[in-house]
């Protein structure tokens, strides 16, 4: 006679599915779609920022609306992380990394690793954490989330993408410029970068109307968010290119590191690392672009950027070019002059990849419509 308890693979699927969710790491906010947390072996270490995925709780395939609607819980996780007063981060990255990992990386001002620099999470040998230390209330952040992240569940289940179609059109290349457009609709261009970040491909989708945040909302509005919609456009423009220029290899970055905006006060920037310890919420209430006086905001501007590199993984150089050699940083500057330029090889391969209305067709097979369809 049993005692009781199932111990065989008899035990049922929903029970291994909360398993399986248990064990991924410090859970920050569950629902019945989205699991969101801190992986169990983070990217980067604690000291640097708040490393947070987010990922489905019923093993749903990964399509491109179903990445498209973990992403827009990311943008809800990112302005948690940059802008509540419950962590130290003030700003925040946010990735479409190799498997179609939806990521975002907080980045804690002042730390020589993390501030105004690409995530690096090369070969970092990041011990497991089983707590978020001191450095983080782990229960107000939790309690934070509960109340805030549903907001933003309702508000994807509200999401309809290009839903006056995606309208898109071949553009004519024409270099030498330092951005070439290759197409566009009524509201974005995408364009190839002939000065690459890294050795491969690199093209950005640029909104024509730009904002300041990635995850901007509109203060007193649940239902339309427009700068949410467009990040959410914008990155599944950048999906489309991704997808058939490299079948999904390589990552999508939308970051803002280098802008001039978030550098410290010291450095001539408007991010106050004095203030920020002494309240951290209120300084950074102070730069939040839907409340911020012009003299206040913090702008990087959204755009999403595609990284193909030629091998290997993504490694972004840690400043731009004019910053480096501004601050006399020779080996960051020996590291951008040996990115090769865009060449026309590359520029053909784009047109023929692209072209044709490829890509307009790809975002309406693929994208179009509705954001979350009913689980069923």
Not at 153 to 164: G, R
């Amino acid at each position: 006679m049993g005692d009781g308890t199932n111990n065989g693979p008899e035990i049922g699927s929903a029970s291994q599915g909360e398993t399986l969710r248990s064990q991924k790491g410090i859970t920050l906010y569950q629902s019945d779609r989205f699991d969101v947390f801190v992986p169990k072996k983070p990217n980067v270490p604690l000291s640097e920022g708040l490393h947070v995925e987010v990922s489905d709780g019923h093993d749903l395939n990964d399509s491109p609306k179903e990445v498209l609607a973990r992403y827009s819980m990311v943008l809800g996780v990112s302005k948690v992380i940059a802008e509540s007063g419950k962590t130290l981060d003030a700003w925040a990255n946010t990735r479409l990394e190799q498997g179609q990992v939806v990521s975002a990386y907080g980045r804690v001002p002042g730390i020589e690793n993390s501030w105004r620099k690409p995530v690096d999470t090369l070969d970092r040998n990041v011990p497991e954490i089983n707590s978020l230390g001191s450095s983080y209330d782990t229960q107000k952040l939790q309690e934070l989330c509960k109340r805030y992240l549903p907001k933003w569940e309702q508000l994807a289940n509200n999401i309809n993408l290009f839903k006056n179609g995606v309208n898109g059109k071949d553009l004519e290349i024409s270099p030498p410029k330092e951005e070439i457009p290759v197409w566009e609709n009524d509201k974005f261009t995408l364009v190839v970068v002939s000065v690459p970040h890294l050795e491969g491909i690199h093209l950005v989708a640029h909104p024509k109307e730009s904002f300041r945040r990635q995850w901007q909302t509109i203060r007193g509005s649940d239902k339309e968010q427009a700068y949410i919609q467009a990040t959410l456009e914008a990155t599944a423009i950048a999906m489309g290119a991704q997808k058939l220029l490299a079948k999904g290899q390589g990552e999508i970055h939308n970051s803002g590191n280098w802008n001039y905006d978030l550098k410290t006060t010291n450095e001539g920037g408007k991010l106050d690392l004095e203030k920020l310890s002494e309240n951290r919420k209120m300084e950074k209430k102070l730069h939040r672009p839907d409340i911020a006086s012009p003299e206040n905001q913090i702008s990087t501007g959204m755009h999403a950027h595609v990284y193909i590199p030629s091998e290997g993984p993504v490694v972004l150089p840690e400043m731009s070019k004019k910053e480096a050699l501004g601050r006399g940083r020779e080996d960051i500057v020996r590291q951008w002059e040996i990115i090769p330029l865009l060449n026309q090889a590359q520029l053909e391969e784009i047109k023929i990849k692209l072209g044709e209305g490829k890509l307009t067709k790809w975002l309406e097979e693929n994208c179009q419509g509705q954001l979350i369809s009913k689980i069923i």
